[in-house]
């Protein structure tokens, strides 16, 4: 060895160790992100914990979640991490002729070091976001027995390419990823079907019960009609609680998709305030809408799924109001949203109650003498509005009414007002 072969050999040894800690360093934090993901059973929490895993272990610009659709054959985005805050909730990516498709199909890693030469590649995201790709990295997200959607790195910082490295850290926490989804996912489905059983008993102990009771000879004939119309009562309870619980597990588990079309919005208010008018004159209740602007932009929605929430807002404020009361429905246009308000002058919601209005199987303890729902109404209702990237909320005061209100994005390039 001479002696100039000293230092370069220095040098290298130096080198392997500095690689050496920060590989180390890498996957002591890979270990950290896997305990929290494993002690995680929310699924919007998980998947946006995930990204942000994506980003910060491969120092990348951006990163992605696109889950598997079996029942459409197609993968949507559920989370990202984008530089220009766009949403990519409302767009699907075809399995063939896509880098994410290829991706999950063939359950292998996909490293594409510049884009434009990659066939693979669609522009169609960066022109929807207006974020430009450079390079990518995609890796399959995979149980024991299945792949169920695609972990994607965006454009490597400060114009590097993605190394082996990366691929190894990127698949190892997708890995980890699609097992805590996969238990995710049960825990959500395990957790509502134990709360349906649980509700589906009243309403099955009153008409075993009332069963019972019909079958002693000495029920006259008006106490048997009270009590057959108890039974159709119930049953039909028992009819919408089914209806309802297959909705909100179909959204739980994201087997149900929304379908975001431009929507006019005002004339689906219309419709919805006109189909339940005859049930507000049976208790002299007057129904009033307002828009402003009168023509209202239109909005990327799901018709059906909206109308769902609307007519649900709708009968609660029927429902529950007084004889003789009003129900407001308000459609304001702001720079950046729609804001859907309904109001009633019924009995009101009480204080103890409202941080509970929406969630699973939920009702108002201080509503004796109106007819019960099902408790999933509200819930169901956040689950789509949040699904259009919107909220929804409640003010009440006892005594005189509740207003709950909804939110829905505008598009950035806002169509014409169609009233």
């Not at 209702?381 to 994005?409: M, N, Q, Y």
Request: aromatic letters at 4%; charged letters at 25%; glycine letters at 6%.
């Amino acid at each position: 060895m001479t002696q100039p072969d000293l230092p370069e050999l220095i040098e290298e040894k130096e080198a392997i160790l500095r690689r050496y800690a920060r590989t180390l360093a890498r996957y002591e934090r890979l270990m950290e992100i896997s305990r929290a993901l494993n002690s995680t059973l929310d699924i919007s929490t998980l998947l946006e914990q995930i990204v942000v895993a994506a980003a910060e272990l491969t120092d990348c610009e951006a990163a992605s979640i696109l889950l598997l659709d079996k029942r459409s054959g197609t993968l949507r985005f559920e989370a990202a991490i984008d530089p220009t805050g766009f949403s990519l909730a409302s767009l699907e990516i075809p399995l063939e002729g896509s880098i994410a498709g290829w991706v999950v199909t063939h359950s292998e890693p996909l490293l594409i070091a510049d884009v434009t030469n990659e066939p693979r590649w669609s522009s169609r995201v960066d022109e929807a976001s207006q974020f430009q790709t450079r390079n990518l990295l995609a890796v399959p997200m995979s149980t024991h027995d299945k792949t169920i959607g695609c972990l994607e790195a965006v454009n490597k910082k400060a114009d590097r390419a993605f190394t082996d490295e990366d691929v190894n850290t990127l698949t190892t926490l997708a890995a980890q990823a699609a097992v805590a989804i996969e238990n995710a996912r049960l825990f959500e489905q395990s957790d509502l079907i134990a709360e349906m059983v649980h509700e589906l008993r009243t309403p099955l102990a009153a008409i075993k019960a009332t069963t019972n009771i019909l079958l002693r000879p000495e029920i006259d004939d008006e106490r048997r009609v009270q009590l057959i119309q108890t039974i159709s009562q119930e049953t039909e309870r028992l009819s919408r609680m089914t209806t309802d619980f297959l909705d909100l597990a179909r959204l739980e588990s994201g087997r149900t998709r929304l379908v975001r079309r431009p929507l006019n919005l005002g004339a689906l208010l219309t419709d919805c305030v006109e189909m339940v008018r005859p049930q507000a004159n049976t208790r002299n209740i007057q129904l009033r809408l307002e828009m402003k602007p009168p023509r209202l932009p239109l909005v990327l929605g799901d018709a059906e799924k909206l109308q769902q929430v609307i007519l649900n807002l709708l009968t609660n404020a029927i429902k529950y109001n007084r004889p003789g009361g009003k129900v407001f429905v308000r459609a304001i246009q702001y720079d950046e949203y729609l804001a859907v308000s309904v109001q009633d002058t019924g009995m009101g919601i009480s204080a103890n109650n409202l941080p509970h209005i929406f969630e699973k199987f939920y009702r108002v303890s201080d509503t004796e003498g109106y007819t019960q729902g099902t408790g999933l109404g509200l819930a169901i209702a956040k689950r789509i509005v949040e699904g259009h990237g919107g909220e929804i909320s409640v003010e009440s005061e006892l005594g005189v009414g509740s207003t709950f209100t909804f939110t829905l994005p505008l598009p950035e390039e806002t169509p014409g007002g169609m009233g």
